[in-house]
């Protein structure tokens, strides 16, 4: 964990917990985790699989809610709110990368882009050509999902989540099934925007992830390793 003030720090979660329960059986997936991402870091979340990443990227998305604590973005609290208001929260200030999943497959990028544009609030298709230009997709960008690389998907999926230019990108193993030469492509890119002043957090086993990242934040067993 840094030391960050909440009114600075473009996320920021304070001792989550969270619980599931199957019958009897009672998993704690997360364990006092607290962590503060600034703006312009780019911050890897390690762990083997089970540690509770996924899990924390969804409560830190405003997704899933934490069972204890609470979690602020860009200021503002977004857990333990009402769906409707942490969804408008997540669309103004949240970009969402999975390592699937992220286009509707009847749409062309274009498209994707531009509904999540829409629903956010914004006016569709103003800056989708310059972003997807910067993702080196000017030329894919009336392709449709299932017509795209896998390099290109996770591009497309990266541009989907700037869409809205916000202030935190949350990544799950966006690169966990690309080779060596697209993963550095898409980290570049990753990096690019860190520097331009944008907050990131990884999710990922990689190593060339936990290389690239300015800081490396272990999960075992849901909690924080020291």
């Known amino acids: 964990?840094?030391?960050?003030?909440?009114?600075?720090?473009?996320?920021?979660?304070r001792t989550l917990y969270r619980f599931f329960r199957a019958g009897e059986e009672e998993t704690l997936a997360l364990r006092g985790v607290s962590l503060t991402l600034e703006p312009g870091e780019l911050v890897a979340v390690a762990g083997p699989s089970g540690s509770g990443k996924s899990t924390l990227l969804?409560?830190?998305?405003?997704?899933?809610?934490?069972?204890?604590?609470?979690?602020?973005?860009?200021?503002?609290?977004?857990?333990?709110?009402?769906?409707?208001?942490?969804?408008?929260?997540?669309?103004r200030h949240i970009g969402l990368l999975f390592q699937s999943g992220n286009l509707f497959e009847h749409l062309t990028v274009r498209q994707n882009v531009?509904?999540?544009?829409?629903?956010?609030?914004?006016?569709?298709?103003?800056?989708?050509?310059?972003?997807?230009?910067?993702?080196?997709?000017?030329?894919?960008?009336?392709a449709y999902p299932g017509q795209l690389s896998g390099g290109e998907s996770v591009r497309a999926g990266l541009a989907l989540a700037l869409a809205n230019d916000p202030a935190v990108l949350l990544a799950d193993e966006p690169t966990g099934e690309l080779d060596s030469v697209t993963e550095t492509q898409i980290l570049d890119l990753l990096l690019s925007r860190s520097r331009e002043g944008m907050?990131?957090?990884?999710?990922?086993?990689?190593?060339?992830?936990?290389?690239a990242a300015d800081r490396v934040i272990g999960l075992s067993d849901g909690e924080v390793l020291s």
């Open 1 to 13: 964990m840094t030391s960050g003030d909440a009114d600075t720090a473009a996320l920021q979660a």
């Open 58 to 91: 969804s409560c830190l998305a405003g997704i899933d809610e934490p069972d204890g604590g609470a979690v602020l973005v860009s200021g503002q609290r977004i857990s333990h709110r009402p769906e409707p208001i942490r969804a408008r929260l997540r669309a």
């Open 114 to 142: 531009g509904l999540a544009q829409r629903l956010a609030g914004r006016r569709g298709g103003t800056d989708i050509g310059p972003l997807l230009d910067s993702m080196g997709l000017a030329r894919r960008a009336h």
């Open 199 to 211: 907050a990131i957090l990884v999710a990922s086993h990689s190593p060339a992830v936990s290389a």
